[in-house]
């Protein structure tokens, strides 16, 4: 596989991340990225960043970089793989980068994300990397904790 990295969504590759998308029926799973950016505006503790496999962006992910304010925990807030770039392993080594990146901050003790429920492929790769289901459902999403 090509090499799988993150970059910051600035001016010069945001056009690339709003034209990311799921497939059509994967669409009611996710939310749109440009609602996704709009998001990390009102977030202070979130970054969105670009997942890369050499030089073309092929997913998405919004998450924390520091500990979000209301729960002391750190977030991956949004993830996705346009659905070009689908079934090639980028969405396993892109959590895998989201992952490293947030554990590399010494106050993350804990990582949390959610999911629509019937979403099973997030489910069973989420729980591939540790996560566990807490039972919590917030805002009708399944949460799971990956404890570091």
């Not at 059509?24 to 709009?38: G, I, T, Y």
Request: hydrophobic share 35%; glycine share 8%; charged share 30%.
């Amino acid at each position: 596989m090509t090499s799988v990295y993150l970059k910051l969504i600035t001016d010069d590759n945001m056009e690339e991340c709003l034209q990311l998308k799921p497939r059509e029926d994967q669409q009611r799973l996710v939310a749109p990225n440009s609602d996704s950016l709009e998001k990390a505006k009102r977030e202070p503790s979130s970054r969105p960043y670009g997942i890369y496999a050499d030089y073309t962006m092929v997913g998405f992910a919004l998450f924390d970089e520091e500990v979000y304010p209301e729960d002391g925990y750190f977030w991956i807030c949004r993830f996705m793989i346009d659905e070009r770039y689908q079934g090639k392993g980028y969405g396993k080594a892109g959590l895998a980068a989201v992952l490293e990146q947030q554990k590399s901050h010494s106050d993350c003790v804990k990582i949390r994300i959610s999911h629509v429920p019937d979403n099973g492929v997030a489910n069973r790769l989420y729980k591939g990397f540790g996560f566990i289901e807490t039972g919590e459902v917030i805002g009708g999403e399944t949460v799971l904790d990956y404890i570091i």
